[in-house]
């Protein structure tokens, strides 16, 4: 079965304009937001959530950096008001698309209700991706939502906990810093020698390199480290050129972090990594 690389048309919007290790595990205590995610066939993640009263499905997509996207479809469906931006989104392989903007007066994610959410739409590009992963989503919950809060990823349990205040403790594998000033999560590596960048993107089932660096740059087997943890991955070499405006070489996706519970610290812009 072909591997849904075109699912990653919604990733990396591109906007166009006129801590310490310890013992202690993660606490609960300060939890707020339970989410609970399934994962489709591909290895994409999932939640069910409320827009206006409506139950709908969203995918959880770290390579988005707005809070919410809907669909065209469903914005029609529901007579929601959009208007149009003077920006356009760029996938990742260069297409552009009209974004439209409009606020929803009550979303429901997880357990936590937010009313008047300013959401992002573009014509008919959700649906196009529904159709090609085989699975019928009308939402993004992007990295905007999460990165108001401390977030714990964990696959395994099939669940995001997200926190207002930070956890009790972190019993990390290893951590990184990632790029204060990027909308998306860009953590450094290095890579014969060099330092690089990569984007972790929960819109990604499969970890990917660019091709023009994989061959200009020779690159036989992707090993790599991130902070003091060297590693060595599989990749799928596919050509993005969005990546060289993000200042990236390549993402990180699902095959890669599930692998892990990850706990990640917007306010001082950390990633921790814990074996799962």
């Not at 690389?5 to 166009?16: K, P």
């Not at 008001?81 to 439209?100: H, P």
């Not at 964990?154 to 990184?176: R, W």
Request: proline fraction near 3%.
């Amino acid at each position: 079965m072909k591997l849904p690389f075109l699912a990653l048309i919604i990733c990396f919007f591109f906007s166009c304009k006129n801590t310490n290790k310890n013992n202690e595990s993660i606490s609960s205590k300060k939890q707020i937001n339970q989410i609970d995610i399934e994962k489709s066939e591909y290895g994409l993640i999932f939640t069910n959530i409320q827009v206006n009263g409506k139950g709908i499905k969203a995918m959880i997509d770290f390579g988005d950096p707005h809070i919410l996207q809907l669909s065209s479809g469903f914005v029609k469906k529901e007579k929601i008001q959009v208007s149009k931006t003077n920006s356009v989104a760029k996938d990742m392989y260069g297409n552009t698309f009209e974004i439209n903007e409009g606020i929803a007066n009550e979303v429901i994610i997880g357990s936590s209700k937010e009313s008047n959410i300013k959401f992002s739409s573009s014509p008919n590009e959700m649906e196009s991706v529904s159709e090609q992963i085989n699975t019928k989503f009308e939402a993004v919950v992007g990295w905007g939502y999460f990165s108001k809060y401390y977030t714990e990823i964990n696959y395994k349990s099939n669940k995001f906990n997200l926190y207002k205040d930070k956890p009790i403790g972190v019993n990390t594998a290893f951590s990184t810093s990632y790029d204060k000033k990027s909308n998306y999560i860009s953590i450094p590596i290095l890579i014969k020698g060099k330092k690089e960048n990569l984007i972790i993107d929960t819109g990604s089932s499969l970890s990917m390199i660019d091709s023009t660096y994989y061959h200009n740059n020779k690159i036989d087997d992707f090993n790599f480290s991130i902070g003091d943890k060297e590693m060595l991955i599989d990749v799928h070499v596919q050509n993005l050129p969005i990546l060289k405006q993000l200042n990236s070489i390549g993402i990180i996706g699902g095959d890669f972090l599930q692998k892990y519970k990850i706990l990640i610290d917007p306010f001082v812009k950390k990633i921790y990594f814990e074996k799962q």
